[in-house]
T-cell receptor, first 113, second 116 residues
């Protein structure tokens, strides 16, 4: 079992839909959770950075962390065609070698007009 | 967010030559930088962790003599692919951490290397 599992998709939704992207993980040492957006042939762009369990909202994006279930989500409201990209989850611990982020393989999102 | 600049964005080189990729943190000092390799439709594969002023820590299976990493200043890390071969063709991306272990890391734009 990989440390971080993420469905590669593709996930295809109509414009305006609410998108839910998810990752599960197995390492209970993870404390920090991140979501990156990556457009084709570009470097990942940090969208959300959260610590421990709970919700964090930034514009149309909401990150949710449930450490008890080892499950994290990214919600995108009112999705736009410009949101079409690959979304990578990442997580890391707070000490020793666990501070190096572990990435999911990314979910490809397609928002069609 | 913090800005990380990676140069060049793409490069084509002949087999057997060496290529240097630069990663700069433009508006912050980065004690730690990471170098990744990414294959099409795959996730990021960590190659090495680079700490300013010390030797890089390479991941298992990454040849340190082939992928030379230098982090001589708090704003610049370089990756040199030595004696490049077609199988080294890939997308290389750096990221820089803004502070200590608990802080976020920002990525450069990536470099697409093609070895012919």
């Amino acid at each position: 079992q990989k440390e971080v599992e993420q469905d590669p998709g593709p996930l295809s939704v109509p414009e305006g839909a609410i998108v839910s992207l998810n990752c599960t993980y197995s390492n209970s040492a993870f404390q920090y959770f991140m979501w990156y957006r990556q457009y084709s042939r570009k470097g990942p762009e940090l969208l959300m950075y959260t610590y421990s369990s709970g919700n964090k909202e930034d514009g149309r994006f909401t990150a949710q962390v449930d450490k008890s279930s080892k499950y994290i989500s990214l919600f995108i409201r009112d999705s736009q065609p410009s949101d079409s990209a690959t979304y990578l989850c990442a997580m890391k611990g707070a000490s020793g070698g666990s501070y190096i982020p572990t990435f999911g393989r990314g979910t490809s999102l397609i928002v069609h007009p | 967010g913090a800005v990380v600049s990676q140069h060049p964005s793409w490069v084509i080189c002949k087999s057997g030559t060496s290529v240097k990729i630069e990663c700069r943190s433009l508006d912050f000092q980065a004690t730690t930088m990471f170098w990744y390799r990414q294959f099409p439709k795959q996730s990021l594969m960590l190659m090495a962790t680079s700490n300013e002023g010390s030797k890089a820590t390479y991941e298992q299976g990454v040849e340190k003599d082939k992928f030379l990493i230098n982090h001589a200043s708090l704003t610049l890390s370089t990756l040199t692919v030595t004696s490049a071969h077609p199988e080294d063709s890939s997308f290389y991306i750096c990221s820089a951490r803004v502070g200590g272990a608990s802080t976020e890391a920002f990525f450069g734009q990536g470099t697409r290397l093609t070895v012919v």
